[in-house]
């Protein structure tokens, strides 16, 4: 903690260097909120994003909109696309990269595998030969989003990095921990330094229409039932988004060496049933409910331990769950976020 506070201090500072990173997924939720906390601290974010059309379009408009409010550049592009790529890094002389673009969800993987291989592992292939060849790596770390799903059915928590991973449940976990192998793979090659951070069940305004708080915040303002999956008794350790985003942030700032995975969750879960209850008091009226049993792909747990992060990050997620889920609800409302729906894709 104290290096990375040093180190913020130098780069705030009048004179120092003011890093220009170039953070894929930007129109998406955690690219979004982690463009502004770059800005805030006297960095210069470049947005890049293909803005597919996996959820609301308009939903990615609006976060786009917000980057541009802010002064923040957007660039439209897919991070399998090299030479766009390049241009983008020399056009805006990018030193440093956040990769927070990818396919995501655990359902639709059951669907659409091939888009979770495109956008999961080729993509960050060509990314990270894009850094190689630019000698990015020589900058600092790259920064990476891996997920909690890689734990799979992990019976022992809390889940710590020095777990071993077998039991993958979905292939939306599997191109995951795939990223992390190739990770490993490119410091044994071409010693490119890098953070894998595992993200747990990111949630907070301009939240993804695919996730539980926006799901049961939609069906019940509708009037409409919710599946409660494995009779409300799975446990998720959700995450409040300003927290992510600083470790986040924080990961530029690791001196590079071996490559780091690193939990980023908040280390208290909360049942299911618990916290539907939670968004019913902040919606203001009960859900229809219709309990069902476990969901392929899903896991009955997910539980950080965040012990590195704090050591390694200084991460010090301290949102209450009651509160993030209050701000949630008040963006869904203030934004009209229902225009948004999951079944009103517009393209
Ligand atoms: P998101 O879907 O809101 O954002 C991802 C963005 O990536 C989208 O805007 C999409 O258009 C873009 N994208 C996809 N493929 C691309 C490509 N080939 N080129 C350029 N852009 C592309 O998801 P999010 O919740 O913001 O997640 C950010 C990252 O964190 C992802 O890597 C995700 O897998 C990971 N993650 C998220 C959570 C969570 O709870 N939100 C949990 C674990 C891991």
Redesign the pocket.
């Known amino acids: 903690p104290e290096m990375t506070q040093k180190m913020l201090a130098d780069f705030k500072g009048p004179n120092g260097p003011k890093p220009t990173v170039m953070v ?2 930007a ?5 979004m909120w982690t463009c502004l906390a770059l800005k805030k601290i006297g960095m210069t974010p470049i947005g ?5 059309n ?2 609301s379009t308009d939903l ?1 408009q609006s976060r786009i909109a917000k980057l541009k409010e802010n002064g923040i550049e957007f660039v439209k ?4 696309d090299v030479g766009k790529l390049k241009e983008t890094i020399s056009n805006h002389q990018i030193t440093r990269i956040i990769h ?5 969800g655990v359902r639709y993987s059951l669907d659409h595998p091939m888009e979770y291989t ?2 999961n592992i080729d ?1 960050f292939v060509y990314l990270l030969e894009t850094i190689v060849e630019l000698g990015l790596h020589k900058n600092g770390r790259f920064v990476y ?5 890689v734990y799979g059915n992990n019976k022992k928590v809390p889940f710590q990095e020095s777990d071993r991973l077998e039991d993958p449940a979905s292939l939306y976990a599997s191109t ?1 921990r795939t990223d992390e192998l190739i990770g490993q793979t490119y410091y044994n090659l071409h010693n490119v330094s890098s953070i894998g951070l595992r ?5 907070g305004a301009y939240g ?1 229409p695919d ?1 539980a708080p926006w799901i049961f915040s939609e069906k019940i303002m509708s009037n409409e039932t919710i599946q409660v999956f494995n009779h409300g008794k799975s446990r998720r350790d959700f995450t409040y988004v300003e927290d992510i985003v600083q470790g986040v942030v924080n990961s530029l700032f690791v001196v590079p060496g071996q490559p780091e995975l690193i939990n980023l969750g908040n280390g208290r879960p909360v049942v299911l049933a618990d916290f539907v209850r939670l968004v019913e008091k902040e919606v203001g009226w009960e859900a229809k409910k219709n309990h069902i049993g476990m969901q392929k792909g899903d896991v009955p747990v997910t539980y950080a331990d965040i012990t590195k992060a704090r050591r390694m990050l200084g991460y010090n997620p301290n949102t209450p769950i009651e509160k993030g889920i209050a701000d949630f609800v008040t963006w869904f409302r203030d934004a009209n976020a229902l225009q948004y729906r999951m079944t009103k894709s517009t393209s």
């Open positions: 894929t997924g129109a998406g939720f955690v690219g890049y994003d293909v803005v597919n996996y959820y990615k592009g897919d991070v399998c927070l673009a990818a396919q995501a495109r956008n993509c989003a891996s997920s909690s799903s995951k993200f747990f069940t990111v949630y993804r996730m």
